[in-house]
C-alpha cells in the first residue's frame, strides 16, 4: 500500500484522534472497518456484440446513525481502498453536520468517456442489479459522485423499481427533478462549500481576498461562479489539462463557454495559460476541487494561501496535511467542507418520503442553517482540543457516532 493509500490516511487521523478525545476502544475498534463490504462483477453486453464484465464495489461503513448513504464513483481508478475511504468519509460527513444518516460508497472500475450512452445505461441498471439487495430508502441510500450524475441516478432509480416493484424514489438522491429530485441538489456541494467558505473568511478577519480553484468540474466550476457572483475574485482555476490566471479575476460567464466549447479552461483568452502548478499561486483562499491527493509530502510547503477548503473529498494527504499545520494554514476539511451534497440529499429523501416538494429558496435558507452551524461546532471543537479544523471535525463525528453506538448498546 502507498503512503498515498486514501484508506491508511483515513485510519491514521482517527489513530490522532484516539488520545485526544479519549476515545473509547471498543468505538475505535468498530469504526476500523466498513460493516459491510460486497464486490460485484457486471456484464455488459457492448455495441459490437461483445461482453465486458466490469467490476464493482459497494461499502457500507457505518449505519450507527442511520440508513448507509453516499454516492457511486465510475472512473478508472476506482479501487476497493478508495470505496472505503470514501465511505468512511461519508459517515464522519453526515455526523458532522447532524444529518440522521450513515456512511457509505459505491463504485465500478471504468472510465465513463469510453462507453456509449446505450452501455453506459447497461452499465448503470446491471450496477442495481447487483446490489439491488443491500439498498432501500430505510437502508442504502445512493447518490452521485464523480462521473456519474442525475441521468445515472434516474436509470438506477428506474431499475430499482422494477426489480423491487412500485415507486420507492427515495432510494436514491441526486435524482432529476422529473421523478423526485430535489431543487438547489445540483449545485449544493458548491453552495454548502460558500457558506463554510463565508463562516471562515469572517472567523480569519480575510479581506480582499483573491482566490484559486483546483478542478472546474461539477464541485469546482460552480464553486468559482458562486464566489464570483459574490464579490470574489477568483484569479485562477485549473482541470486536467490545464491551469489558467487572470490577476484581475476571471470572467465566468465567458470561461463556462469556453469550457463547454473546448473542453478545458487552459488557452482561455480572457487570462493566461499557469506554467506551475495552480497550488502555488499567490491567493489568499485555495479550493480543492478535483480528486484525491493533490496535496503531497512533495508540493505542500509550496502552497501560498492562508485558507484552503477541500470541496473535493480526501485532497490532501495526511502528511501533507501536518505541514499545512505547522506552517498555521487553516483547512476546512472535506466532511465539513463538501457536506452541502449530502445535506440536500437527506433533504431529497425527506421530500420524497412525504411526497411534497419544497422551493428553492426554502431548501437553501435550511442548507444555510445547517452549514454556518456545523462550522461553528467544528472551530468550537477545534478550540476546545486546541487542534486543526480536521481534527475538530473528526472529533465531532466520532463522538456523535460513539453516542449511537452507545444507545443502541453496540459497546
Ligand atoms: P468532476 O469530474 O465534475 O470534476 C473534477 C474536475 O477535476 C474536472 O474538471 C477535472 O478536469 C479536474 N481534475 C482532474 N485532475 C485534475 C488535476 N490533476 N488538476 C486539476 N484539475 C483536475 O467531479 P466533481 O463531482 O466536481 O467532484 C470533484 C470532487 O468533489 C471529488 O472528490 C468528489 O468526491 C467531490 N464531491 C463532489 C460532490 C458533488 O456533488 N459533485 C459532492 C461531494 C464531494
Not at 464570483?228 to 475574485?233: P, S
Amino acid at each position: 500500500m502507498s503512503h498515498n493509500d486514501p484508506f491508511v490516511g483515513a485510519l491514521k487521523q482517527l489513530e490522532k484522534l484516539k488520545n485526544l478525545i479519549n476515545l473509547e476502544e471498543n468505538i475505535y475498534q468498530q469504526l476500523q472497518s466498513p460493516q459491510k463490504f460486497l464486490e460485484v462483477s457486471i456484464p455488459v453486453k457492448m455495441d459490437n456484440g461483445q461482453i465486458r464484465v466490469f467490476k464493482g464495489f459497494r461499502s457500507q461503513y457505518s449505519n450507527a446513525r442511520g440508513p448507509y448513504k453516499g454516492g457511486i464513483r465510475f472512473h478508472p481508478q476506482v479501487n476497493e481502498s478508495e470505496v472505503k475511504a470514501l465511505s468512511m468519509w461519508m459517515a464522519l460527513k453526515t455526523a458532522v453536520v447532524g444529518i440522521p444518516l450513515g456512511g457509505g460508497k459505491g463504485g465500478v472500475i471504468v472510465n465513463p468517456k469510453e462507453l456509449s450512452a446505450s452501455e453506459l445505461e447497461k452499465l448503470s441498471r446491471g450496477y442495481i442489479q447487483a446490489i439491488h439487495k443491500l439498498i432501500g430508502p430505510n437502508v442504502d441510500v445512493p447518490a452521485p459522485d464523480v462521473y456519474t450524475d442525475p441521468k445515472i441516478m434516474g436509470w438506477m432509480l428506474d431499475e430499482y423499481e422494477k426489480l423491487t416493484g412500485g415507486g420507492n424514489p427515495g432510494v436514491i438522491t441526486g435524482k432529476p427533478l422529473s421523478i423526485g429530485g430535489s431543487k438547489a441538489r445540483s449545485y449544493s456541494t458548491a453552495q454548502g462549500g460558500f457558506y463554510v467558505l463565508q463562516e471562515a473568511v469572517k472567523k480569519m478577519s480575510l479581506h480582499n481576498v483573491r482566490v484559486a480553484v483546483q478542478g472546474f468540474g461539477n464541485a469546482g466550476a460552480t464553486m468559482a461562479n458562486i464566489l464570483a457572483k459574490n464579490g470574489y475574485k477568483v484569479v485562477a482555476v485549473s482541470d486536467s489539462k490545464g491551469g489558467i490566471y487572470n490577476s484581475e479575476g476571471l470572467d465566468m460567464t465567458t470561461l463556462s463557454v469556453h469550457k463547454e466549447k473546448t473542453g478545458s479552461v487552459a488557452s482561455f483568452f480572457g487570462a493566461q495559460n499557469i506554467d506551475g502548478n495552480i497550488l502555488f499561486q499567490e491567493v489568499d483562499i485555495l479550493v480543492l476541487a478535483a480528486l484525491e491527493n493533490s496535496v503531497t509530502l512533495e508540493n505542500a510547503e509550496q502552497i501560498k494561501a492562508q485558507l484552503i477548503i477541500e470541496l473535493a473529498n480526501g485532497p490532501i494527504t495526511h502528511e501533507a496535511d501536518e505541514i499545512l499545520d505547522k506552517a498555521g494554514k487553516v483547512v476546512v476539511p472535506d466532511i465539513l467542507a463538501n457536506a452541502g451534497g449530502v445535506v440536500v440529499s437527506y433533504f431529497e429523501q425527506v421530500q420524497n418520503a412525504y411526497n411534497y416538494y419544497w422551493e428553492e429558496k426554502d431548501v437553501l435558507e435550511k442548507l444555510a442553517k445547517i452549514m454556518t452551524q456545523s462550522f461553528d461546532e467544528v472551530w468550537r471543537k477545534k478550540e476546545k482540543y486546541n487542534t486543526n479544523m480536521r481534527t475538530g471535525a473528526y472529533a465531532l463525528a466520532v463522538e456523535r457516532i460513539g453516542q449511537a453506538m452507545k444507545d443502541r448498546g453496540w459497546i
